[in-house]
């Protein structure tokens, strides 16, 4: 279950949790916590399965939008078994270069890097995406999305920190992703 | 007064089908009542994301359970505890004009569950609850519905003089859409003053400011005549024109160019989006990110048949016909054709041919097949429901035929062509059957509620469109894992490979959340349960007043009262039926898609992934 180290954040009938410049920290059950950045708000809703079903438990946190795209950042822990991802090789594979094995609209992948997130060495990787609107159209725009990954494997399973953006936010909201993955603390291990 | 039809079906079960409430079940059901208690003050959407999902727990959830005990209140919690938790979902995700669509969309409509809640009709009112559970996003949406504290001191000087003669209140008053018209309306008319003072002789003008707020309104409602005076005013008179200067909005987030925030053509209703050629505005690299390197090539399309690529030239609707009937017809009670041939490569495609080949479908008839083409300019191909058709857009097979240098009366003399064609168009025919065979499930299944006023159907939410999305995935993913592997993609439209590529990555919740923002028109399955049980609101009142005199004084019970108490229970059932059935739907299509991928993305041919 979620746990808010900031009983003020997001409690039910609470005022506005008070945000500082470093932002907040959070933290998801006994998998990880972070520092949100402030102004960056967790995202509720959730359909189909639940974390537990899946095995995969995390939150995605929303920060300025531009029209339609936000920047996100989201941190999820897999846990073994789970039914997404089996390991975190599996993971970079499937992110790090075009999923269905063929690159056909110009996406752009980094290479995989060494890094660090926390205290924790981690796979580090970017990528250049697209995202298509109006959907279903016949010439839909190409809106460009940069994303960022960083992958720590622990013991147990592995954890996941990713951002997206759409380019024109992705610049001014970055640092906020660095501040992020440098307060990453893993819980499980 | 609402026909009912189908009332014997539909009636609720008699009292002691469903088990009793737990003492647990109780204490639930008072959290989430006091959660959307205006006087209570909560109206948490953390607290409405654990009542939803205690409430749909269970077999048969608990909400059927409480609705069979009072249909009334169990509608309120449904249908409230949604709507907070849609609030918070639109209020986070969007900006701009979408999000003022979004929220016109929320509160502006007549099923409006927020304006119960004190959070609307004026969206003014929501300010507080986003301060409290959004407070992030407060300036943001401030400035998204163009709140008159939210203008800036250039415009609401301009707004308040004699000229204009308005002022907070009455500005606040005005429907959300309707504030960018009438900014858009300031703006033409102070451009026309602006260029009268520049074309006196000698005259300076000191407008930089003013220039980029009028360019922002005008913009927004697509007055060309009007940005083409003020580019020939910025030009004569040397205005080195500033954007409108940020508000603290503006400070958390920088909004893409003006084309994304365009209102252009959009009634306040948001019928219709925005043309797809206005938005591809973010050249890479733009925002200054590191472009990473290139680590994996890029595959060039396929190579299509030799010939010149040629103007794509207009079909008449006699080819259209033709080309409609040989791509897909029924023969024999099943479907036909080179689009058929293709389907039946797949589980997603045989599943397609399958619904319409269905004779329990049949007899209801909410299976008939009435494909084709037809010139709608932009769209790629849609289901209709009114007239229960699914087309393909003319100048999909026009552009597709022209890059093989043929006509389309050509291109279907070339077997080859004609089946790389229906390949191309196969994931829009799978994705659109699946939404007329929602329909056809809702039926068979009495969930149709739709049918008392609009016709047979269930609401349309974007959970109907996941499921389209997972079973066009899916088409594509099994197809090319036994025709070729990933070069196959390169078949499809490369929008529809991306939607394979998304989904082959993080399933289908992954697909959502990506999509989720290209469909701001399409009520969530949140948006759509708050809308649907408080359009439903007096009658669950009116089926509770008559249960209770059924209990109470069942001597006094006429013949009409007995008659609207089958019928009210039957409306009230469909819908907790449709509400469960949908939430519980998409569980499993989400798990069934986890194990399609897992099939695929592990041992699928073509697909396979080299450990590292």
């Known amino acids: 279950m979620l746990n808010l180290i900031m009983a003020l954040a997001l409690s039910a009938a609470g005022p506005a949790p008070a945000q500082d410049a470093a932002g907040q920290a959070y933290t998801e059950g006994n998998y990880f916590t972070v520092t949100v950045p402030a102004g960056w708000v967790k995202k509720d809703e959730g359909l189909g399965l639940s974390d537990g079903e899946k095995k995969v438990f995390g939150s995605e946190f929303f920060g300025p939008a531009a029209g339609k795209f936000a920047a996100r950042i989201s941190v999820h822990y897999y846990a073994p078994g789970n039914l997404l991802h089996p390991t975190p090789e599996k993971f970079i594979k499937l992110h790090s270069k075009p999923a269905l094995g063929a690159n056909l609209n110009g996406k752009v992948f980094g290479k995989v890097a060494k890094g660090k997130a926390g205290n924790y060495y981690a796979k580090v990787f970017e990528r250049k995406t697209f995202e298509y609107d109006p959907p279903e159209s016949l010439h839909p725009a190409k809106i460009h999305i940069y994303e960022k990954f960083h992958v720590v494997p622990v013991k147990h399973g592995f954890y996941v ?29 | 007064m609402i026909k009912l039809l189908l009332a014997l079906i539909l009636t609720l079960p008699a009292g002691a089908a469903f088990a009793a409430l737990s003492d647990a079940d109780r204490t639930l059901i008072a959290e989430c009542t006091a959660n959307i208690d205006p006087a209570k003050k909560q109206l948490s959407p953390e607290t409405a994301d654990r009542c939803i999902k205690g409430l749909n727990a269970g ?15 169990a509608a309120e919690l449904i249908g409230y505890n949604n709507a907070l938790l849609d609030l918070k979902k639109t209020v986070v995700k969007q900006d701009g004009v979408p999000l003022a669509q979004a929220m016109a969309r929320l509160l502006e409509k007549s099923d409006c569950s927020l304006c119960d809640l004190n ?23 401030k400035k998204g519905v163009r709140t008159w504290d939210a203008l800036g001191d250039i415009r609401t000087a301009s707004l308040s003089s004699k000229d204009y003669g308005k002022n907070k209140a009455g500005w606040n008053s005005q429907p959300i859409i309707e504030r960018y018209f009438a900014l858009g309306r300031w703006a033409a008319a102070e451009t026309l003053k602006l260029d009268a003072a520049s074309k006196v002789a000698g005259a300076k003008i000191n407008a930089a400011a003013l220039a980029g707020i009028l360019r922002e309104d005008l913009k927004v409602i697509g007055d060309e005549a009007s940005l083409a005076t003020l580019d020939g005013i910025v030009a004569r008179a040397g205005i080195k024109e500033e954007a409108p200067k940020p508000t603290a909005a503006d400070q958390k987030g920088k909004d893409l160019a003006g084309a994304q925030d365009r209102l252009s053509a959009i009634t306040p209703d948001g019928q219709q989006d925005y043309l797809a050629s206005a938005f591809d505005n973010a050249a890479a690299g733009k ?48 479907p036909a054709g080179y689009l058929a041939d293709v389907m039946a490569q797949t589980d997603a495609g045989k599943r397609t041919n399958a619904f319409y080949a269905d004779p329990k479908y049949a007899k209801a008839g909410s299976n008939k097949l009435d494909f084709g083409f037809v010139r709608e300019e932009g769209v ?28 389309v009366p050509q291109m279907m003399k070339d077997k080859a062509a004609m089946k790389d064609f229906a390949l191309y168009v196969s994931p829009t025919m799978v994705h659109e059957a ?21 016709g047979s159907d269930d609401p349309y939410t974007r959970a109907k469109e996941n499921l389209s999305n997972k079973w066009s995935s899916e088409h594509m993913i099994e197809y090319c894992s036994k025709n070729g592997g990933a070069t196959c993609f390169a078949k499809f439209h490369e ?29 969530s399955l949140q948006g759509g349960a708050a809308r649907e049980f408080k359009a ?3 009658s669950a009142a009116y089926l509770k007043t008559l249960q209770e005199k059924n209990r109470t004084n069942p001597a006094g019970m006429t013949a009409q009262d007995k008659k609207d108490l089958a019928d009210y229970g039957a409306l009230m059932n469909t819908r907790f039926k449709w509400y469960t059935s949908i939430y519980r739907e998409s569980e499993e299509a989400e798990a069934a898609a986890l194990a399609f991928r897992k099939k695929y993305g592990t041992a699928g041919l073509g697909l396979s992934m080299p450990a590292l």
Not at chain 2, 59 to 73: H, T
Not at chain 2, 303 to 324: D, S
Not at chain 2, 393 to 398: F, G, I, K, M, P
């Open chain 2, 119 to 141: 959070l609307g009709p004026r969206p003014e009112l929501t300010f507080d609850w986003i301060g409290n559970y959004a407070s992030a996003r407060s300036e943001v949406l």
């Open chain 2, 59 to 73: 077999s048969p959830a608990l909400v059927s359970r409480y609705a069979e005990e009072d249909p009334e209140a």
């Open chain 1, 161 to 189: 920190l990713r951002y997206y953006a759409p380019m024109d936010l992705a610049k001014t909201n970055l640092r906020h992703y660095e501040a992020l993955v440098a307060s990453f603390k893993a819980l499980t291990r």
């Open chain 2, 434 to 454: 699946e939404h007329q065979n929602q329909t056809a499930r809702a039926i068979d299944g009495g969930y149709d509620f739709k049918k008392y006023t609009v």
């Open chain 2, 536 to 538: 439903a609101q007096s």
């Open chain 2, 495 to 523: 929008m529809h490979a991306d939607n394979a590529d998304k989904f082959m990555q993080g399933g289908l919740d992954a697909l959502d959340t990506l999509k989720a923002p290209l469909y701001p028109r399409i009520d």
């Open chain 2, 287 to 334: 925002g200054g990110v590191p472009v990473p390197k290139p680590g994996a090539a890029a595959v060039k399309p396929v190579a299509t048949k030799p010939g010149t690529a040629i103007t794509p030239v207009k079909m008449t609707a006699a080819e259209e016909k033709a080309l409609g009937e040989a791509m897909l017809r029924m023969e024999k009670g099943k």
């Open chain 2, 380 to 407: 790629f191909g849609y289901w209709n429901p009114d007239d229960k058709q699914i087309r393909i857009n003319s100048e999909v097979a026009e552009e597709f035929a022209a890059k093989r240098g043929l006509t």
